[in-house]
């Protein structure tokens, strides 16, 4: 018994190493399993701070888009307020038939189309047929593009003159399509910017995953 007591604290320091041991067996596990970990969240880490990136520069780019959505859009603002408020067929007839008689040309005959929306503008086509030498109707083209009155002219149409000849210039036969212009006063340029933020409003989060912890050995 007395030989017992006398190795009893050599087997508590021997059971004391052993828990220890196995305590430091545990940890180094631990720290084994931290440091297999530090990889993956090291490539976590560097993706955020590029997802990161990507929204700072997506939000840099949504506020230059804006600024540069707005600078065009009181573009065709002032555009539309250069455009008169309507179209006169009385008046258009009769400057282009005024230019086309003050230059001699023969066989004259207008007729106006129907006006066309085209967003902030409408328009409205006049046909002019006639017949003339090619000199007259470059003279009438050229008076045209002198007028206050904003006239564009869309398509010329030039062919021989079944007419007979009287005097040395060739005469031609000219349909001329004119157009005409008068801002919609029903219609408002859209900036489109609220859209453009709600639809990033909706577009779905992605949710960060978390690594899955090894379990203890």
């Given at each position: 018994?007395?030989?017992?007591?006398?190795?009893?604290?050599?087997?508590?320091?021997?059971?004391?190493?052993?828990?220890?041991?196995?305590?430091?067996?545990?940890?180094q596990?631990?720290i084994?399993?931290l440091?297999?970990?530090?990889?993956?969240?090291q490539?976590?880490?560097?993706?955020?701070?590029?997802?990161?990136?990507?929204?700072?520069?997506?939000?840099?780019?949504?506020?230059?888009?804006?600024?540069?959505?707005?600078?065009?859009?009181?573009?065709?603002?002032?555009?539309?307020?250069?455009?008169?408020?309507?179209?006169?067929?009385?008046?258009?007839?009769?400057?282009?038939?005024?230019?086309?008689?003050?230059?001699?040309?023969?066989n004259?005959?207008?007729?106006?189309?129907s006006?066309?929306?085209?967003?902030?503008?409408?328009?409205?086509?006049?046909?002019?047929?006639?017949?003339?030498?090619?000199?007259?109707?470059?003279i009438?083209?050229?008076?045209?593009?002198?007028?206050?009155k904003?006239?564009n002219?869309?398509?010329?149409?030039?062919?021989?003159?079944?007419?007979?000849?009287?005097g040395?210039f060739?005469?031609?036969?000219?349909?001329?399509?004119?157009?005409?212009?008068?801002?919609n006063?029903?219609?408002?340029?859209?900036?489109?910017?609220?859209?453009?933020?709600?639809?990033?409003?909706?577009?779905?989060?992605?949710?960060?995953?978390?690594?899955?912890?090894?379990?203890?050995?």
């Amino acid at each position: 018994m007395t030989g017992i007591l006398k190795k009893l604290h050599l087997f508590l320091f021997i059971y004391a190493v052993f828990v220890i041991y196995q305590e430091y067996e545990k940890s180094q596990k631990e720290i084994q399993a931290l440091n297999d970990r530090i990889p993956t969240l090291q490539r976590q880490i560097k993706k955020a701070e590029k997802e990161k990136q990507n929204l700072e520069r997506y939000f840099k780019d949504i506020e230059e888009a804006k600024e540069r959505i707005e600078k065009v859009a009181i573009g065709i603002d002032k555009l539309q307020k250069r455009l008169p408020p309507n179209i006169s067929d009385t008046e258009n007839l009769d400057l282009i038939r005024g230019l086309a008689e003050s230059l001699n040309i023969k066989n004259i005959l207008l007729s106006p189309g129907s006006e066309k929306v085209h967003g902030f503008y409408v328009s409205k086509d006049y046909k002019l047929k006639g017949s003339g030498t090619f000199l007259q109707y470059l003279i009438l083209l050229e008076k045209i593009g002198e007028q206050e009155k904003i006239l564009n002219i869309k398509t010329v149409n030039l062919v021989r003159s079944r007419t007979k000849q009287k005097g040395r210039f060739q005469l031609l036969d000219a349909e001329i399509i004119l157009e005409a212009f008068r801002f919609n006063d029903k219609y408002k340029e859209a900036r489109g910017i609220k859209e453009i933020e709600e639809s990033f409003k909706k577009m779905p989060q992605r949710k960060s995953r978390r690594p899955k912890r090894k379990g203890k050995g």
